[in-house]
């Protein structure tokens, strides 16, 4: 359990470029392959929270549970499947018009996975922070920090608005520009398994990866009901756009008083103990846009 408690994410993001790379060498299906990981990491995630808990209380339920579930099964089985193909489209009538992308061919893979990595990350950094500086996007992103506990089902507790704009904002330039499928997906081999655990209720203790990966750790900092210290920690997958923009916050300082949730501002209007349903039309009805 030490070993995991230090090296958790490190692990499982070798494991899954070890796993990506031997698909590329065989000629398998990479989505498949990340797809795989993916769950496997999933399901050592919920399994370490009940073994190795942060916090115990955050593994009782808290009213949660169906809107994460709903929200889980919306994002994957509809909002996702959705943007793979109505982007592409949109990119190829952009490339209709054009002669192909500026970097189509240009760099070697391992230059090219370099670019997609700052590029996405950069992408879903700035689109994280909009959702937390601007009123009506807040509201979209409200949902997500409206549970008052942090657990593996949050990472998939996404307004669908908040995470179509995510996923367009930081995909678009790099489908743009002519990357390569498999630099895309290299992307998410790396940056899948530190998604699906980020939000984990897990005690890690992963030391200098904290200033690396948005780990569990660090991320707690980012649902704290104190604005100062949410507005924090964006990255994510990696905190390097963190380190650039000043808004890193290193784990330590954390302690057993600290609660998650939503801002005192948000929560007497924000319907967060209600169902997924009524926290998605809450956008079209008033008060609503409060930061």
């Known amino acids: 359990m030490e070993l995991i408690s230090r090296y958790l994410i490190l692990i499982m993001v070798c494991f899954s470029i070890a796993a990506y790379t031997l698909t590329l060498n065989t000629g398998n299906d990479p989505e498949i392959t990340i797809l795989l990981v993916s769950v496997v990491c999933f399901l ?46 949109i990119v190829a009538v952009f490339y209709a018009s054009q002669r192909g992308g500026l970097l189509d061919g240009v760099l070697p893979l391992w230059l090219e996975i370099i670019f997609v990595l700052a590029t996405v990350e950069f992408g879903k950094y700035w689109s994280h922070r909009l959702h937390h500086s ?4 807040w509201w979209l992103h409200a949902m997500h920090h409206s549970s008052e506990r942090m657990y593996t089902l949050n990472g998939l507790r996404f307004h669908p ?50 200033w690396v990966f948005s780990t569990p750790e660090v991320h707690r900092w980012h649902h704290s009901t104190q604005p100062s210290e949410a507005n924090r920690n964006f990255g994510n997958a990696l905190l390097i756009w963190d380190h650039v923009f000043g808004t890193f916050k290193a784990p330590e300082g954390f302690t057993d008083e600290k609660e998650v949730g939503l801002f005192n501002s948000s929560r007497a209007s924000y319907p967060a103990k209600q169902c997924y349903f009524s926290q998605l039309l809450s956008m079209f009805r008033a008060p609503c846009c409060s930061t």
């Open 44 to 89: 050592i995630a919920l399994w370490l929270e009940r073994s190795l808990p942060y916090r115990k209380a955050w593994n009782l339920a808290q009213q949660d549970i169906g809107v994460d579930l709903t929200s889980a099964g919306i994002l994957v089985a509809i909002v996702e499947p959705l943007l793979k193909v109505l982007l592409p489209l």
């Open 134 to 137: 601007y009123g009506p996007f």
């Open 161 to 210: 608005l908040n995470y179509s704009l995510n996923f367009v904002i930081a995909m678009t330039p790099v489908m743009v520009l002519g990357v390569s499928p498999e630099a895309i997906f290299a992307y998410l081999a790396i940056t899948q398994p530190v998604v699906l655990i980020q939000h984990a209720n897990i005690n890690l203790k992963h030391g200098w990866l904290n």
